[in-house]
């Protein structure tokens, strides 16, 4: 059974850091992009990041320049590391995967399949 399972959320003062977790089980993650989402309370879900099977990057623009997603395949585990948290980054965070080994990928949530369960990340003083 495929499963995404997120982890590292927490709470944190504005300008902190967190670094998120998708561990895969299931799959094998070798052939799958991997996205963060990210819902606040009465907001549209938001695509901002993902991570091609090659390892190439994408970033909204809410988030370039502070966030920064790896993948480890061998663990199969992909990161997001954040750092100069806003207020309004606060919202749960979600992982997805898609099948798709295109050497870059996009955040249109409606072609990620799997989704876990997300981490809750707030941010406030």
């Known amino acids: 059974q495929l499963q995404l399972v997120e982890s590292g959320g927490g709470s944190v003062q504005p300008g902190g850091s967190l670094r998120l977790s998708c561990v895969a089980s299931?799959?094998?993650?070798?052939?799958?992009?991997i996205a963060w989402f990210r819902q606040a309370p009465g907001k549209e879900r938001e695509g901002i990041s993902a991570i091609a099977t090659m390892g190439t990057p994408t970033y909204g623009d809410s988030v370039k320049g502070r966030f920064t997603i790896s993948r480890d395949n061998a663990k199969n585990t992909v990161y997001l590391e954040m750092h100069s948290l806003k207020p309004e980054d606060t919202a749960v965070y979600y992982c997805a995967a898609e099948w798709n080994q295109a050497p870059r990928v996009g955040l249109d949530r409606a072609n990620y399949d799997y989704w876990g369960q997300g981490t809750q990340v707030t941010v406030s003083s």
């Open positions: 299931g799959f094998i993650l070798d052939y799958y992009a």
